[in-house]
Each structure stands twice: as C-alpha cells, then as structure tokens.
C-alpha cells in the first residue's frame, strides 16, 4: 500500500516510521519536504505519488504559543488539513487525520465519547476542531457535516464516491521524540530541580508508539466508516500523578528507590502554574468505539514509561 505521511518529523510521525509494516510503501515527509499550508504543493505531492492512504500527522502543537501565533495554529490545523483532505479526495485516498482532546472544555463527568457536545477553551484547541470540520466537510454529502464536531449530532451519510476520512482524536501524548510532558519532567528531574505539576487537569496519557500502532491496524481496515473516533491510553490520571509515575519510573531506571524521597515534586493547582493558554481540567477519552472495532490498546502506561525512561537515559 502507498501511504503518505506528514508531519514525519514529530514524535508521531517518527513512531510511525519505526513501525513502518514490511507491505507498505511509504512516503514519509517531514515540514521542510512538505510544508501543509502549501496548497499547491500539497496537490502536487498527492497527484505524482498517487498513495491509498494519507495520515496528518502534522500540526502546530505549541499550545501556549498558539495563544499569541492564532494565524499561524489555523494555517497548518485547519487550512492544511482542508488541503490534505481535498487532495486526498480527488485522488480517492483514504485520510487519517489526528485530532485532540482539547476539543472540549474539561467540563463533562465522564470519559468523552465521539458524539460530545465540543467546546475548546484555548487557540489550539479551537484551529484543531477547525481542522476537524474542515476534513468531514470534504467527504460529507452535504456541506455542512461539519455540524457533527460541533454540535454532536450524527453524521450525515458521506458522498457515495468518496474514501472515508477518519478523524481520530488522541491526547497527551509522549515519546522518546520531540517535546512532551514526560520528557520536561525527566529533565527538570535529571537537573535537580524542584518540580511543581498541577493536580487538577485530569486526561489520558498516550503513547505515541501505541497511537502509531494503531493508525497502521486502522490502515488495514479500508471499510472502517468515515467518522469521528477516540483512541488514547487507558488509565486517567491527574498531570502530577502522571509525573509521580515518570518519576517511580525514572527512580527505578536509577536504582534511587522511593521517587518521592528521590526527588523534589509538590502537587499545585492550574493557577499556581503561569502559563498563556487554559486546558480542560477532565479530558478523559472513551475509546470504546474503536476497541469495538478491534483497535488494540497496546502496552500499559507503566511498562511504557519504563521502556521510554530506559531510551531516554541510553541516550
Ligand atoms: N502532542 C500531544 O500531546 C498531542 C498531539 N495531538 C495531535 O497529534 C498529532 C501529532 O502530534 P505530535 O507528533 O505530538 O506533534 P509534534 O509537534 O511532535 O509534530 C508535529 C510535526 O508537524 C510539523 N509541522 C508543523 N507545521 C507544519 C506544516 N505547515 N507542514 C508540515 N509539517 C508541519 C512539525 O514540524 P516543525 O517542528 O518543523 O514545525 C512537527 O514535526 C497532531 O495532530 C497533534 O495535534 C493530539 C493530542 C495530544
Ligand atoms: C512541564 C510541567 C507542566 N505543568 C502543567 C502545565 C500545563 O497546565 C500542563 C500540561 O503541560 P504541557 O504544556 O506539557 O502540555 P500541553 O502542551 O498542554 O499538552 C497538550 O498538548 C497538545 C498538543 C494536546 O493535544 C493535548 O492533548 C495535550 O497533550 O501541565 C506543570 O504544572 N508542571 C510542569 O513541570
């Protein structure tokens, strides 16, 4: 299978190169082999290679930044994936395109299923949920599909001629690459430093590896429905109980034993920590839709963190 993929150079799109299945043929492009926002090039790029399935793994991720830069977060959010989306149609391509929990405003009680009401609180989360309607509006029957993302109600049938785009949300991701959570709290730790996390954002830490594992199952599924899926790890957690477990794991990587005695780290609460943008205080994701599809969770966050501090520290 001929498969393109942007944003290869993020944490995703180099998990997705380390998984890359022996049958596919893969065209990995990084921002400065494809940049997004380049219509043309875009059309360019899907017309000569001509792949089965396109997977956006591109995105402008900085979420405080994106606060100050909200003409650069929806020029690669939502107007690159309009254009990966148009390309993919007239090439009669699958999309996969990835989306966030900071669609929703942190509000709800219980873990978010595909048809909640969304409501993002941040510039992030707003241009990502534009890129979301922007993608379902290219395979819907009816141009404005897009009420789906936004209000929750059921999809309208997809064009009969069209390739199914999937929309597949994740969240808190974290990897060997690029910049993540568990990756400032590993250095902040390694540097002695005394480390302060906030107690009351609760989510689901995903790893990348996991979330790439399951893009390539869902590339296997061509009759996988167009739509909106969830897919993220499966234990929720609060960012300072997440950083405890980086912590055990970074602890016992060391052989330093108890990590609250190891290291200096005191829960605080989301207005003792200075930054530009909110975040939804509960962005739990159920992933109920898609495991009943047979979309496989992968490894537990522990052994995760495990392998991955184990990688950080080899270097
Ligand atoms: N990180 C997270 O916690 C979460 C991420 N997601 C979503 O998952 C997907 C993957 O995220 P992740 O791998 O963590 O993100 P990264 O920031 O690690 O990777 C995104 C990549 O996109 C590239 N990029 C930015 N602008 C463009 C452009 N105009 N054209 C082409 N490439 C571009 C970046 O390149 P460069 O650095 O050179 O600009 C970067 O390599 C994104 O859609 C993101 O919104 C969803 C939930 C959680
Ligand atoms: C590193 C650190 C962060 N924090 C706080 C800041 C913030 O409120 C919260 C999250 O921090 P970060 O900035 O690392 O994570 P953030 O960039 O908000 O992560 C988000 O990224 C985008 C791309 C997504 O799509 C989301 O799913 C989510 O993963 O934790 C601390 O309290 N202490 C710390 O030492």
Redesign the pocket.
Known sequence: MKVLL????????RCLQDRRPADWRLLA????T????DVQAVSRRVKQFQPQLII???????VDQAESDRERAY???EH?ARYLAQAARHAGARLI??????VFDGEGLRPYVETDPVNPLNV?GRS?LAGEQAVLQECAEQPNVADHAQSGAAPRQPRPDAPSFIVL??????SE?????VKAIVAGALQGQELNVVNDQIGAP?Y?GNLAQAIIQIGRMPDLPGGVYHYSGSVALTRYEFARKVLDALGEAQRLGDSSEAFRFTPIVSGQHSVAASRPKYSVLDNGKIQKLGVKEGDGVDVCLRRMVAALLRG
Do not use: C, E, P
């Open positions: 942007t944003g290869a150079g993020g944490q995703l799109g492009a990084d921002h400065k494809l940049d997004i926002t956006n793994a591109a995105a402008y991720t900085n020029a690669v959010n690159g395109h990835i989306s966030t929990d900071y992030y990502k949300r994740t969240a808190w991701l974290y690459y690029g910049r993540n959570f995903t990348a």
